[in-house]
């Protein structure tokens, strides 16, 4: 978008003219795209654009928006901050705007006489709507908890926005059970940074790591504060001047006044439906644990002390199911997530202890003498004869076939020469192609990987053992560092953007010199260019530049419309011309 001349060439001397500090908070408070700081004239572009410039005004509060429309008269303040923005800039011979008059225009619609609404009195919050929320922080903590250890467990496949794809949400739906929103978790879990794409797989952050071995309120205070920083400054700003308001249409209204350009309808709607998820709203009433999230308190402590008690463990079942009667601990939960399959998951969840689980347990490196010790500790009665039946059925079988890699063949090691003449004579293995190898040992041409899924589709427990002899731990990739955040790109950006301009100043250029230059050039805009002399005395010319190359500026004299050249370094100051 091209802007008349003198503003465009304004903006860019003046974003020359700030350093990295003030151009940081610009990109901040605009949202710029690391991708526009190549240069002062891709900045400038990406801040005169419409869109953007709709979205930027949207979030400036009342004083800010009567500021823009009547500068002269605006609080230093006020001024300060839409300097900040890039809205303006303040000098001693007037105010620059550097938006459209179409913009301008919309900004002095705003009724003067417009007075604030009255803040709305809270409502109390009686003691079950209290722990109605505070079940719903502790079914998030623990609900995202199982999404991050299955995802520890497991490979899952994520798109070009971190997002699992079709086939790995199926898998995520099997291995987590009914009850999980898994968009919902997984995108509170990006939020506060305990996940995130890897060589296009989720992993697991340090930080998500760290975040598995808290207490559930500090779990909880993570990503609650993680989801309240990422909400908008206007809405923060509301809620915050008032922390014991309601969320119902009088914080519509509220902001309504106080941010009149923001469109509501459906960023408030999502706000108050995650609100509710984290449990720091209770029917649009904010909870004590909410108030101090974003007003003063210890949300932390507020909410252990609202938090439901944990069941003393689950109550084993002949059908192999495993029932809780109230919230499980962490290490419970931990527990039977690694032995058992989740029939319901949830606060109160439902396991099912199975063939495939056991195995998958053993494949994960559990001990198999440790399984029945492991199934007493979470269990309040005794663990039922069939469950530690299947239990040592299982460990027998699967340790009774394990599958090794050697070389470029893979070897079928069996603890009985039955076994070993069964596989070579079912007709399910044929397409394996075993040949017997001593007693008890069987080669194969294929994979490792594929000789042990084929043996379990043929409904034989077996082990994939690693060199080291030791069952192969499948397990989803761990970063070496944490991702480059946004801020560390907008500081590398943003370093190098002024960088570029310093060295241009050192040599002699002035700033922003390469960008003014483009656009003049391109909207045929005179310039009125300070030049040294070789005496050392200073002139001004007016010219329209032409072209820049080998470190001069040719161009047009208006006054004498002449051809000029002018070397680059003997320039000291530049900016558009305006005919008096």
Excluded at 345 to 359: A, N
Excluded at 427 to 439: A, I, K
Excluded at 564 to 573: A, G, L, N, Q
């Amino acid at each position: 978008m091209t802007l008349p001349s003198d503003t465009t060439l304004a903006l860019i001397k003046w974003l020359a003219s700030r350093d990295s500090d003030q151009l940081l908070t610009l990109m901040r408070h605009r949202a710029i795209a690391v991708s526009s700081c190549g240069s002062f004239r891709s900045l400038a572009e990406a801040l005169v654009h419409s869109q953007g410039t709709t979205e930027s005004l949207s979030r400036l509060s009342r004083p800010e928006l009567q500021g823009l429309s009547s500068p002269q008269s605006a609080p230093d303040e006020v001024l300060d901050a839409l300097e900040a923005a890039g809205f303006l800039s303040r000098e001693p011979s007037g105010h620059t705007l550097f938006i459209s008059p179409v913009e301008l225009e919309a900004v002095g619609s705003l009724d003067p006489a417009a007075r604030p609404p009255r803040p709305a009195s809270p409502s109390p919050l009686g003691d079950k709507a209290r722990s109605i929320a505070a079940t719903h922080a502790l079914t998030m903590v623990v609900t995202v908890g199982d999404l991050l250890e299955v995802l520890t467990s497991t490979s899952t496949s994520v798109g070009p926005e971190g997002l699992p794809t079709a086939t790995a949400l199926k898998n995520l739906d099997a291995a987590l059970g009914v009850g999980y929103d898994i968009s919902a978790l997984w995108r509170m879990a990006s939020l506060a940074g305990l996940l995130r794409p890897h060589q296009g797989l989720a992993a697991l952050t340090a930080a998500g790591n760290r975040w598995l071995e808290m207490p559930e309120a500090e779990r909880w205070h993570t990503i609650a504060t993680a989801w309240w920083e990422s909400l908008p400054p206007w809405l923060r700003t509301t809620c915050a001047a008032n922390p014991t308001a309601p969320w119902d249409h009088n914080l519509e209204t509220q902001l309504g006044y106080h941010f009149p350009l923001v469109a509501l309808d459906v960023t408030l709607e999502r706000v108050r439906e995650d609100a509710h998820f984290l449990g720091v709203l209770a029917d649009n009433q904010p909870t004590p644990w909410g108030i101090a999230l974003w007003g003063p308190g210890e949300a932390t402590a507020i909410l252990g002390g609202d938090l439901p008690a944990h069941s003393p463990g689950v109550f084993a079942q002949e059908d192999y199911t495993l029932l809780a009667t109230g919230p499980l601990s962490p290490q419970h939960r931990r527990a039977l997530g690694t032995l058992a399959t989740r029939d319901l998951g949830g606060l109160i969840p439902r396991f099912r202890l199975t063939s495939s689980s056991l195995l998958g347990a053993l494949q994960r490196g559990v001990p198999a003498q440790t399984i029945p010790e492991m199934l007493a500790e979470v269990c309040v009665n005794d663990v039922p004869a069939g469950m530690l039946a299947l239990v040592s059925d299982i460990s027998r079988r699967a340790h009774d076939l394990e599958v090794h890699s050697r070389g470029e063949t893979t070897l079928v090691i069996t603890r009985g020469d039955t076994l070993a003449q069964e596989l070579l004579s079912d007709p399910g293995l044929v397409v394996l192609g075993l040949t017997r190898h001593g007693d008890h040992e069987l080669v194969c041409s294929w994979p490792a990987e594929r000789v042990h899924s084929t043996l379990l589709g043929a409904s034989y427990p077996a082990l994939l053992m690693n060199s080291g002899g030791q069952p192969e731990n499948e397990s989803a990739p761990v970063p070496e560092d944490d991702p480059e955040t946004l801020e560390s790109k907008r500081l590398e950006a943003v370093a190098q953007l002024v960088h570029n301009a310093a060295e241009a100043a050192a040599k002699g250029v002035p700033a922003g010199f390469q960008s003014i230059i483009e656009v003049a050039t391109e909207i045929k805009t005179p310039l009125e260019i300070v030049v040294t002399m070789p005496d050392g005395t200073e002139i001004t010319i007016v010219m329209e530049p032409r072209a820049l190359s080998a470190g001069r500026l040719r161009g047009v004299e208006i006054k004498h419309a002449v051809e000029k050249t002018i070397p680059v370094s003997h320039i000291t100051s530049i900016r558009a011309w305006t005919e008096s």
